[in-house]
């Protein structure tokens, strides 16, 4: 009998998820599985590399996310324990609303974690499937409490939102004190409340790490999280069964319940979303007459020859260059980014780069590759000659290039969000999106933090650095 895993973290669950997606992808093709979810904890931002590292294991991604849900987004209560549900993209419209409500999560019910409740997700629940989540969530915890007939009116509304693509969850991690005694509890509570009333369950494990024999690291990496030690954790899942199992293992561990394991193989047939990638949809500047890429050429060489009579000429004049060269540059430069199609992009970081210089806020000349386009030398964007510094327009576009370039400038961080909210009265919140940047801990730092979470001493952790980078420094493998 097949499986296919329904509910796996990867390190995109931060210091929850121990794996990377890769190695997710990789071990499914080992075990031969067909199929594979990511379930990061409020969170989609894994879902691309997974989707990649899934299409080249040649193993289907299920692309879906463990949402934090609470009783309603406009609230703010200081003690509330946002609940968990985990959500599966099934098709293309699938995808797009849970890439709507990530963003609604982070954006409008951020609250220590990013939320949605049960309106947010009645809105946006179309081509998804739904299950139930870990003890965490709100159903699993009206069992636990005894509040049995809440549990059941709380799976009736989530069964009439989502009909049989709602599930309820079952897990076997064989969890000591507490923890255990409560799944043992929702698991018979769901099981007798699926076989009286038809509502599908599913089994899933919850995957935080690839092998069994990683639950001790994992476990270091919690207490870095918590900022405690293994003496003394802040948090401890109290068992080593949350790794990806084979078909064969959660198998035998659900032989009780086959229909729960059956169930995993229809939800993985259920969900197909087929992504675009690496084909750019590059946009187009609408403040001129009837938008399309031929206008906003005109419009960006109108700007250009206005650039050249303003402050290239004087320019040119004053330090004695040649024009004949810093026109050529220019005629060739427009037509490479008439070809590539980049003329809107150029009017758009033109447009809020002279913003917010007429309203006295500082920019930075353009970083990387940029600083080698004449054009925004003279449109003003940037302050940099290209030409004088020998920088060529090859550098930053080309035709036929696929990779998109960027202008990367820098506004005076005192009034950078000046800028933002700008932009998003020009081109609406929709059309706009913050960027997020993951660090990683460095060979040091995490030597140190480890250190600590294993009780070593200061100048314990410090000989292990030296050693360890000795070694480095003798090529010693």
Request: hydrophobic residues 40%.
């Amino acid at each position: 009998m097949n499986y296919v895993h329904l509910h796996v973290h990867s390190d995109y669950s931060i210091l929850d998820g121990l794996s990377t997606v890769k190695q997710y992808a990789d071990e499914a093709k080992a075990m031969n599985m067909t199929a594979l979810a990511l379930t990061d904890h409020g969170s989609i931002s894994g879902a691309i590399q997974f989707y990649e590292a899934c299409v080249d294991a040649g193993v289907r991604p299920i692309l879906g996310s463990e949402f934090y849900t609470c009783t309603n987004i406009e609230t703010r209560e200081k003690n509330e324990r946002p609940g968990h549900l985990v959500l599966l993209a099934k098709n293309i419209v699938g995808w797009r609303n849970l890439v709507r409500l990530t963003s609604i999560a982070s954006t409008e019910g951020f609250y220590g974690k990013p939320r949605i409740d049960f309106n947010v997700l009645s809105q946006h629940h179309e081509g998804l499937v739904c299950l139930s989540g870990c003890i965490q969530g709100s159903i699993p915890r009206l069992v636990i409490d005894d509040r049995l007939d809440d549990a059941a009116r709380e799976i009736k509304r989530y069964r009439e939102l989502f009909g049989d693509d709602f599930y309820l969850e079952l897990m076997r991690h064989n969890m000591i004190g507490e923890p255990g005694v409560w799944q043992q509890k929702v698991n018979n509570f769901f099981v007798e409340y699926s076989r009286r009333n038809g509502v599908l369950i599913v089994a899933t494990n919850d995957c935080h790490y690839l092998t069994q024999a990683d639950a001790a690291v994992h476990q270091v990496m919690l207490c870095l999280q918590t900022k405690t030690t293994l003496v003394n954790p802040g948090m401890s899942y109290s068992s080593d069964q949350f790794y990806l199992k084979t078909p064969q293992e959660m198998t035998e561990l659900f032989s009780d319940v086959p229909e729960a394991i059956e169930n995993t193989v229809a939800i993985a047939e259920k969900c197909n979303v087929e992504l675009e990638l690496n084909k750019p949809v590059l946009p187009l500047f609408h403040d001129c007459d009837n938008p399309s890429a031929e206008t906003n050429f005109k419009t960006l060489e109108k700007l250009v020859s206005d650039g050249w009579r303003d402050r290239l000429w004087p320019y040119l004049n004053t330090n004695g260059l040649q024009v004949t060269t810093y026109f050529a540059r220019l005629q060739e430069e427009l037509g490479v980014i008439r070809d590539q199609g980049y003329s809107g992009y150029f009017l758009m970081v033109n447009d809020y780069t002279a913003w917010a210089k007429n309203n006295g806020i500082s920019v930075g000349s353009s970083r990387g590759s940029a600083g080698a386009s004449l054009v925004l030398f003279t449109l003003g964007v940037i302050d940099l000659d290209p030409i004088l510094h020998d920088l060529p327009f090859s550098r930053f576009l080309t035709r036929g290039r696929k990779s998109l370039p960027d202008i990367d400038l820098d506004f005076s961080a005192a009034r950078r969000d000046e800028v933002f909210d700008y932009l998003v009265d020009r081109y609406g919140a929709s059309n706009m999106a913050r960027i997020k940047n993951f660090a990683k801990l460095g060979l040091k730092p995490a030597i140190r933090g480890v250190g600590k979470v294993l009780g070593l001493k200061p100048f314990e952790t410090g000989q292990i650095v030296k050693m360890v980078q000795n070694r480095q420094t003798m090529r010693i493998p």
